[in-house]
């Protein structure tokens, strides 16, 4: 049965194997500069003689002048997206449905190895290697770029371009999430191939289903696995973000955030009473001979206060923990529905 | 023949057509959105009233982070996404999956000829392909177009510019979107031709096309027109960098003040020609040294800029220059399978 497997999955094994020696290899070569790129940046020690802001932002144009490190870095990112959507849809999919396209699950079903053995052995080896495939690609990435990781999330604070850990498109493609992905993606493929019985369908629905998991569970689940924090501070009118004037008397202001790499799911300006403030504009700020710092002056003395709702940055592996254990659990109930199915399924 | 191909490519138009739906609905809620935000914002009459940066920087940041912002992302996602499973789902299954099931036997038996049953083929779902690529890649640039518009009033320093020719967005507007679709589809029939079964023929149309949409913007799209080289004095007072290295090396950089421009290199030289590497001059050394100093110091060295780019106004060309590319690859490959499947044995 274990030989059996392995004949089948030769080529996907392969290819694989192959992608990863590739991908491990431009890491390989490239991220030992990176590294002491970033040892001699002098960002490592730059909370002591306080220019980190300076330092990073100098790193991140440094590396921006080269193309290739920028460049691997956002290949980085897509290739994690992409890695386990590709092993649902080409080693999950057809699975099953090519073994029905093409008659031989009678064959293979009609063995001494019962239709369960049969079905276990290939979801248990198949989901490994595809943990492990999506498990060695994310630790490679994530060693290679460490250093800018860390280098952007300081350049952070109020600039528009920061990137923190926490952040939907970097959690993702970062630490143990990957190894849950994988190992749903392909137990996904599998039942859509079940379920189906045709491989094109399957392949196409497995992509669209993990593609609108991928995109709910950062908008909508993720953000309430912990309760975030909330917080009310006066609203630092120094520090303003946005400050915008509409017609019919309306004024947004959005506060600077100091929570160096946190989450923020909600920025809101309210005001005493406690409702979101939308105007009106004060004199100062319409007016178009004052300056921006008596616009700023006027603001202050509406005694605005910023309501911040966000999850810290110390809570980055409670939330790798608790997606890579959600996803592994929905795998093992696809699984599980994947034997149930196949059990019952008469060999016609 | 149309009915043979409407038949059998009807669950394909069907899904496209209900995800491109879908797609325009988010789209058109977004563009509608954003279009609001920037006629309140205030930017169309800045220049009456001179204060284009802080209206554009409050507009910008207010599109930054927002939901508009994602779904316009999303949106750029899909575009990208779209020629390669064009390419994977509709051209690699094309000529395969009759070779797989062995229907092309019965399929080149009948009255019409092979060339004449590929041609109808290859002419109607490529089409479909380019229709349905260039409709999202109008929805698109109709949606961003207001960021762009104000992207033009931000200077270059702010970190805020959004630039169309840069490599990501570039791909996601315009007509090119239409020259990838043709060429992934055609790309997705020809390895299906060669390869004689489906799954690995996705997967190398999958391989290739990756491959392609890498090499274009990295290697060949700068040089389809060659780049304007500028040199002008160093602006002393609009540095980008200023790094001062051990054993007097030093990296001075001024920021390009090139309005929406594909920025390839930006070089400080010295008169004589040579990349300015040092060695730092005397005032910018020592601890104890003031910035003004350093940068007076630096000033007397007559340093130039060399900038290299692609102007803003060649958008267009390059655009027609890539699309144009594309649909000639299209061609040739789609020439190749007509020379292929007319050798072919009916084995």
Not at chain 1, 240 to 262: D, H, Q, R
């Amino acid at each position: 049965m274990m030989w059996l497997t392995w004949r089948q999955f030769r080529a996907q094994t392969i290819a694989a194997a192959a992608a990863l020696a590739v991908a491990a290899i431009a890491l390989a070569a490239t991220g030992p500069h990176l590294t002491s790129l970033y040892a001699t940046s002098g960002i490592p020690a730059c909370h002591a003689h306080g220019d980190c802001g300076r330092l990073a932002s100098d790193f991140v144009s440094q590396l921006k002048a080269g193309t290739a490190y920028a460049l691997l870095f956002y290949i980085g990112i897509g290739l994690m997206f992409l890695a386990p959507a590709i092993i649902g849809v080409f080693w999950g999919a057809p699975l099953v449905t090519r073994e029905i396209e093409a008659g031989t699950f009678r064959l293979a079903w009609g063995q001494s190895v019962t239709r369960t053995r049969w079905l276990a052995v290939k979801l248990c080896l198949i989901g490994l290697a595809a943990m492990a495939a999506a498990g060695l690609l994310s630790l490679m990435i994530t060693w290679w770029a460490s250093p800018i990781d860390r280098t952007i999330g300081i350049a952070g604070g109020s600039r528009a371009t920061a990137f923190y850990r926490l952040d939907p498109l970097l959690f993702a493609a970062r630490g143990i999430t990957p190894v849950g992905y994988a190992a749903f993606a392909f137990a996904l493929g599998v039942t859509a191939g079940v379920l189906i019985r045709r491989t094109l369908p399957a392949m196409a629905v497995t992509l669209a289903v993990f593609a609108l998991v991928q995109i709910a569970m950062p908008s909508w689940i993720r953000p309430h696995l912990i309760t975030p924090v909330r917080t009310a501070v006066a609203l630092n009118t120094a520090n303003i973000n946005g400050l915008m004037i509409g017609n019919n008397n309306s004024m947004t202001v959005i506060g600077g955030v100091n929570e160096p790499g946190a989450w923020v799911l909600s920025n809101q300006t309210i005001t005493q009473a406690g409702h979101v403030f939308t105007g009106p504009p004060t004199a100062a700020c319409q007016s178009q001979t004052a300056s921006f710092q008596a616009c700023q002056a006027s603001l202050g003395r509406l005694h605005l206060r910023q309501l911040l709702t966000y999850q810290p940055a110390s809570r980055y592996w409670a939330f790798q923990w608790y997606e890579t254990a959600i996803f592994l659990v929905l795998a093992v109930v696809l699984a599980g529905f994947c034997f149930w199915r196949i059990r019952r399924r008469r060999l016609s | 023949m149309m009915w043979l191909t409407w038949r059998q490519f009807r669950v394909q138009t069907i899904v496209t057509s209900a995800a491109l739906a879908v797609l325009a609905v988010l789209l058109a809620v977004t563009g509608l959105h954003l279009a609001h935000l920037y006629d309140t914002s205030g930017i169309a009459a800045c220049q009456a009233r001179g204060d284009c940066p802080r209206v554009t920087a409050s507009f910008i940041n207010a599109f930054r982070g927002s939901i508009d912002e994602v779904l316009l992302l999303v949106g750029v996602v899909v575009l990208y996404g779209a020629p390669a499973l064009i390419g994977a789902f509709w051209g690699a299954p094309l000529i395969a999956r009759e070779i797989e099931a062995g229907t092309l036997r019965l399929a080149w038996s009948q009255s019409v000829t092979r060339t004449r049953w590929l041609a109808v083929k290859l002419g109607l779902i490529g089409l479909a392909a380019m229709a349905a690529a260039g409709l999202l890649s109008l929805m698109i640039t109709w949606c961003s177009g207001p960021v762009f518009q104000a992207a033009q009033h931000v200077g270059p320093d702010t970190g805020l510019s959004v630039n169309r020719l840069d490599p990501v967005l570039f791909g996601a507007h315009g007509i090119a979107p239409i020259g990838y679709a043709a060429f992934a589809f055609a790309l997705g029939v020809t390895a299906g031709v060669l390869l004689r079964r489906t799954l690995p023929a996705m997967a190398v149309t999958l391989a290739i096309f990756a491959a392609v949409q890498l090499a274009m913007p990295l290697w060949i799209r700068s040089h389809l027109i060659s780049p304007v080289r500028a040199t002008s004095t160093l602006n002393m007072a609009n540095l980008d960098t200023l790094e001062i290295g051990s054993r007097g090396h030093m990296t001075v950089l001024a920021a390009v003040d090139k309005p929406a421009a594909w920025v390839m290199s930006n070089q400080t030289i010295t008169p004589a020609g040579q990349v300015f590497t040092g060695p730092a001059p005397q005032a910018c050394q020592g601890q104890a040294s003031n910035p003004q100093a350093c940068t007076n110091a630096v000033g007397g060295l007559h340093l130039r800029q060399l900038v290299t780019y692609q102007p803003a106004s060649r958008y267009w060309a390059f655009q027609s220059y890539e699309t144009a590319i594309f649909l000639g690859l299209a061609l040739a490959l789609a020439g190749f399978c007509f020379w292929w499947i007319r050798r072919r044995r009916l084995s």
